[in-house]
């Protein structure tokens, strides 16, 4: 069974950092590009930030551009986000999620599954 | 606001047939898949339909997608009571250079 499990969210003040973990397990980890995405309670989804299977091909969305930075280790079988300089509108539910291809953006892609999340609150 | 967009809410009476559109444009609907999205209250999202049609194993048949020109939709025939969720419709753009997400549609059953 394919299980993403997110760890490193907290309570922090506008312009700390956070380091953001997934642990995947039950598939090849290395054959698969990897997603974060973002969820303000009661709020939208946000696309935030993927790798492709090698690191190579990265990309981030315009609102995390220079704060934020993805990164995996194929060997621990763990995705990262490094979230530097955290705003109040960053505050948001931070979820994991498998890409369906090994490239960032393969045509017909999809992202599944979802882990449960791990919760960024940032207030001062 | 989103360069993809949802009507915010939408409704039906149990066994109705309801649809929610997903409205983009030439660099993302026009030129890419659309995948959509299930989130049931207090969970993760799940994968109704991929590349603009296609259902998952263990999806009900009763959920299908289409996709024309730079627009696509979800229909859900004889709605049920737990079909009251949000549904999302999330592709690539090509000049964001992005996954684009629609604001979402808040599911009622009446």
């Known amino acids: 069974e394919v299980q993403l499990v997110e760890s490193g969210g907290g309570f922090v003040q506008p312009g700390r950092s956070l380091r953001l973990s997934c642990a995947a397990s039950?598939?090849?980890?290395?054959?698969?590009?990897m997603h974060w995405v973002r969820q303000v309670p009661g709020k939208g989804l946000e696309w935030v930030s993927s790798?492709?299977?090698?690191?190579?091909?990265?990309g981030y969305a315009d609102s995390v551009k220079g704060r934020f930075t993805i990164s995996r280790d194929n060997a621990k079988n763990a995705l990262y986000l490094q979230v530097n300089s955290l705003r109040v509108e960053d505050t948001a539910l931070y979820y994991c999620?498998?890409?369906?291809?090994?490239?960032?953006?393969?045509?017909?892609?999809?992202?599944?599954?979802w882990g449960q999340g791990t919760l960024v609150t940032v207030s001062s | 606001q989103s360069v993809v967009t949802q009507p915010p809410s939408a409704s039906g009476a149990p066994g109705q047939r309801v649809t929610i559109s997903c409205s983009g444009s030439?660099?993302?609907?026009?030129?890419?898949?659309v995948n959509w999205y299930q989130q049931l209250p207090g969970t993760a999202p799940k994968v109704l339909i991929y590349?603009?049609?296609e259902r998952p194993s263990g999806v009900p048949d009763r959920f299908s997608g289409s996709k024309s020109g730079t627009s696509a939709s979800l229909a859900i025939s004889g709605l049920q009571s737990e079909d009251e969720a949000d549904y999302y419709c999330?592709?690539?753009?090509?000049?964001?250079?992005?996954?684009?997400f629609g604001g979402g549609t808040k599911m009622a059953v009446l």
């Open positions: 790798i492709s299977w090698n690191g190579v091909a990265i």
């Open positions: 030439s660099s993302n609907i026009g030129s890419n898949t």
């Open positions: 039950g598939f090849t980890f290395d054959d698969y590009a």
């Open positions: 590349n603009n049609n």
């Open positions: 999620t498998k890409a369906s291809c090994s490239s960032i953006n393969c045509y017909g892609g999809w992202f599944d599954p």
């Open positions: 999330v592709t690539w753009d090509d000049s964001l250079h992005a996954w684009v």
